[in-house]
């Protein structure tokens, strides 16, 4: 790993039991590399691995073999409490279904992954509020989630997910649930707000326009990962 390479995931497998049948093999040798600020679109079938192998760089899952390094750090050889520690301070997520907490507003929710530090301070407060206008929705900071649209909502997800400056941020079909013109704007502010602050991205997706959005594009088929060359 040389000094700029943030993130490498070398020769991933992952084998899952399944009833009366030999192990199904989803991940079969995938690696892959990225430096600090760079950005990757996963794109594949459905049923192709593309959650797991996010769920797994995430250290959310485990793989069968292979090494994850992240930040200098080999997450897997951790145990528990501190993976825990590691991830809530180095990994962010966005999902497709945004999991904002409804009874908080949209501030306390973009404040919660900083809780595990203890109540948050004036900078973290700051600092919230600063992505809530990188989001456009600094007039929105006391609404609750009810209160917003879908792209709104996925907007606060994002914010909550760049509070902590993570190193990564892991994104499963963030606009799969958006209408296309949402889709767009919300695929903007994913990577502008990921270069702000040179964090790696890495989203699962099954939209062409977003993943162009990304430096790299990788397809996950049969198992293997194959870096897609455009033209
Ligand atoms: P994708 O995100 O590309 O749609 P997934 O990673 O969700 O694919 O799933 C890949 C394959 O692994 C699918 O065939 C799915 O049924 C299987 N799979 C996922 N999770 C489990 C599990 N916990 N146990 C058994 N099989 C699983």
Known sequence: ???????????????????????LEVLSGVTLSLQAGESAAILGPSGSGKSTLL?????????????LQLADVQPLQLPEPQLALFRSRHIGFVFQDHHLLPQCTVLENVLIPLLADGKPGKEDLQRARL????????????????QLSGG???????????????????????????????????????????QADD????????????????????????GKLQRMFDG
Do not use: F, W
Request: aromatic share 2%.
């Open 1 to 23: 790993m040389d000094l700029m390479t943030q993130l490498l995931a070398q020769d991933l497998t992952k084998s899952y039991t399944v009833p009366n049948g030999p192990p």
């Open 55 to 67: 769920a797994i760089l995430g250290t959310l899952d485990r793989p069968t073999a292979g090494s």
């Open 131 to 146: 992505l809530l206008k990188r989001v456009g929705l600094d007039e929105r900071q006391d609404y609750r989630p009810s």
């Open 152 to 194: 709104q909502r996925q907007r606060v997800a994002i914010a909550r997910a760049m509070v902590r400056q993570p190193t990564l941020l892991l994104a499963d079909e963030p606009t799969g649930d958006l209408d296309r013109t949402t889709a767009e704007t919300i695929a903007q502010v994913l990577v502008e707000m990921q």
């Open 199 to 222: 964090t790696m991205l890495i989203v699962v997706t099954h939209s062409l326009s977003l993943a162009n959005r990304l430096q790299q594009r990788y397809e996950l088929d049969q």
